[in-house]
Every structure is written in C-alpha cells, then in structure tokens.
C-alpha cells in the first residue's frame, strides 16, 4: 500500500516536470521546428510604462486628438464647399451652420471653445485650426 502511494507522489512529480520543461521549452525557442503550430496575430506596439501597462493619460491624449482631427476634417470640407459655393470666404464659422454645411460647432473637449478661424482675403483663402496635445497643430484652408 505505501509502494503505491510513494509511486503515485513520483508519477505526479515526473509529471508537473515534464509539463513544466515543455512550458518552458515552448517560451524559450519560440520559432522551434519542434514545435509545428504557433498561431501568429497581428502585432501590436504599445506604448508601455515601467509596469508593463500602457500609459493610459497618452492614450487618452490620442483619442482627443483623433476627435479633434476629424473636427478639422470636417470644417475644411465646409470651408471647401462654401468657397465654392459663395466665392468667398465665410466671415465667421457660424456662416458654415446657417448654410447648413455643418449641424453646429464641436467645442474642444480640454479648452471648451471653438477651432480658431482665421478669415482672410480671397488670394490666401482661411484657416481653422486646432492645437494637439503634442504641441502640433492640425489645419484646415478653403482652397
């Protein structure tokens, strides 16, 4: 009886070893020929801090600026079409709601006001602009 149960304790040992080298075999040659599968997915750069995790006030930076790219987007594809439209300019952004280009003005979620316009004469065009969190500036033009 006690041959059995001392054979059963080396049985799992043998075992949790044999598991165990393959684990690690498995994580040390991860381009083995021994091993036939390894599904690959698409890989990923993060931006990782000291404890692996990605740097969420970043990510957060990105997502706002992503918002505020797309607000330029679509003011310069109003400013484009009302150039076009009225061979001018239009004198405020508020023109491009009364036209009905757009439904209204998105303020910036960080400063709570409107892109900045510039309206300047026919030759130069205008600008819409829209600081990022990077420093950078994202623009849009009527020509």
């Known amino acids: 009886m006690v041959n059995l149960v001392i054979m059963k304790k080396i049985l799992l040992i043998i075992l949790i070893v044999l598991i165990g080298s393959g684990i690690y075999f498995y994580f040390k040659y991860p ?13 990923v750069q993060t931006d990782t ?9 970043r990510q957060i930076d990105q997502a706002n600026d992503a918002i505020r790219k797309f607000t330029i987007q679509d003011l310069d594809s109003a400013l484009k079409t009302y150039y076009s439209q009225n061979s001018q300019p ?34 130069h065009g205008c600008r819409v602009e829209l600081e990022l969190s990077d420093g950078t500036v994202a623009k849009g033009y009527c020509k």
């Open 31 to 43: 381009n083995s020929p021994l091993i036939p599968y390894r599904p690959q997915g698409p890989t």
């Open 49 to 57: 801090n000291q404890n692996g995790f990605g740097n969420p006030v």
């Open 90 to 123: 239009p004198k405020t952004l508020d023109d491009l709601v009364t036209a009905k280009l757009i439904k209204s003005i998105k303020l910036d979620k960080i400063t709570n006001q409107p892109p900045q316009y510039f309206a300047q004469d026919q030759i």
